[in-house]
């Protein structure tokens, strides 16, 4: 699936996810601004499509005094975590603001993940390939291993989403997606 039909396909599945779960959105941005007087979403320069920076939204999960750089918190018990966050993290409701990414154009639902720009330095002109699609909330790294895949692993399996991207294929991916979710599958390294 390429150009206009996925673009019409991310804003439909956007639209109607945003719709469906407005009140968990609220609720959840209530939760965060009661628990920890910071902001509710958290916002970072993250690079997409052709390498072009754009700024990526996810509920916060950690605390105000957090490195917005550093590593992600390798388990539920990472003291920088504020209260609500290892449950958001573990059930990835916050990955949740990344629809409005996908109604900006600046996201897909499905692709690869969205890196630092910072990042791209380091790639192989092979894995520079993963940069000729919109990064997406969802793809094959998510789904075949999420934390539990090391850095080449996940490369690999990104570029192999470009090369290999079909309405069907990102259908399969968006179903195995909750599978993955909801059974925490690779929420934390061991």
């Known amino acids: 699936m390429k150009g ?30 009661i628990g920890d007087k910071g902001p509710v979403i958290f916002r970072q320069e993250r690079a997409g499509k052709d390498g072009r920076a754009f700024t990526f939204y996810k509920f916060r999960t950690m605390k105000l005094d957090a490195e917005p750089f550093g590593r992600s918190p390798q388990s539920g018990d990472d003291p920088r975590l504020i209260k609500i966050g290892k449950f958001l993290r573990e059930y990835s409701l916050d990955e949740l603001p990344q629809l409005f990414n996908v109604l900006k154009g600046d996201m897909s639902i499905v692709g690869p993940r969205p890196l630092y720009a910072s990042q791209i330095a380091e790639f192989s002109d092979y894995h520079k390939n993963r940069l000729l ?15 539990e895949l090391t850095d080449k692993a996940n490369l690999d399996l990104e570029v192999k989403y470009v090369e290999n991207q079909s309405f069907w294929r990102d259908i399969k991916i968006i179903f195995l997606t909750f599978g993955v979710v909801f059974g925490r599958k690779g929420v934390y390294e061991k």
């Not at 699609?133 to 934390?147: A, F, K, M, N």
């Open 133 to 147: 699609v919109r990064p997406g909330l969802t793809g094959l790294s998510q789904i075949y291993g999420r934390s």
């Open 4 to 33: 206009l039909s996925k673009r019409i396909f991310d804003i439909l599945i956007a639209l109607s996810a945003i719709i469906i779960l407005l009140p968990v959105l609220g609720i959840i941005a209530i939760v965060i601004k």
